[in-house]
């Protein structure tokens, strides 16, 4: 299964990792081609680079373009602001992105709590697999006899 793997790019190392772990699974896993330049950066740097991506790289367009002919999405809800299970905003338009292209939507931790969209991430039915990514259905293995 191809599966972009997604989330507020304060969770960059965590993103990646949920990356290995799929591929270690056999999947065709992929992150924005924007990460690297956050890896080992502190928070107050993060939000500098994710600004300017956003407003210079055309980051979010970039994600779309890489979410053509994905069969899933992950979504890294982690904690942040004080929120658990934290989607942003830059993350819940990857999951309508996902929705519209008909491809499962997958969170790392249930749904959070956030009164603004909620609603909307439920409509979505994502599949929440509480950190366990054996909960994503391995890749189908063809054999020619």
Known sequence: MRI???GSMHFTERM????DALVEQGHQAFVTSLASAFIGCNDEEKERIKIDQKNNRDA??????????A???????????????????NALMEMGFAHVLN???????????IK??????????PIVICG??????????????
């Not at 603004?116 to 039915?125: H, L």
């Not at 366990?132 to 006899?145: Q, V």
């Open 4 to 6: 972009g793997v997604a």
């Open 16 to 19: 990646l990792e949920a990356r």
């Open 60 to 69: 979010i367009r970039e994600f779309w373009n890489l979410m053509q002919g």
């Open 71 to 89: 069969d899933a999405l992950l979504v890294m809800n982690l904690e942040r602001h004080g929120i658990a299970n934290y989607i942003g905003g």
């Open 103 to 113: 491809q499962k939507i997958y969170l790392f931790n249930p749904i959070p709590d």
């Open 116 to 125: 603004f969209y909620k609603s909307e991430i439920e409509a979505m039915k």
């Open 132 to 145: 366990d990514y054996s909960k994503i259905p391995p890749p189908l293995r063809c054999t020619i006899s």
